[in-house]
């Protein structure tokens, strides 16, 4: 996600389900707090929320 792929690259890379990659960035927004928005900005939210916690 850090790296702007989409879901389904990252499924393809993780050899998963896209489910299962919607399923875990959707807990990821959970817990950094970053509710469904209309912005559509909330991976980068959460990259920067990674980035300033390390």
């Known amino acids: 996600m850090a790296e702007g792929h989409d879901n389904a690259t990252i499924a393809r890379t993780l050899v998963v389900t896209e489910r299962a990659v919607h399923k875990h960035i959707g807990n990821v927004f ?10 559509g900005h909330r991976r980068v939210l959460a ?3 990674y980035l300033n916690n390390r």
């Open 30 to 39: 959970l817990k950094l707090g970053l509710p469904p928005s209309d912005s």
């Open 47 to 49: 990259v920067l929320a």
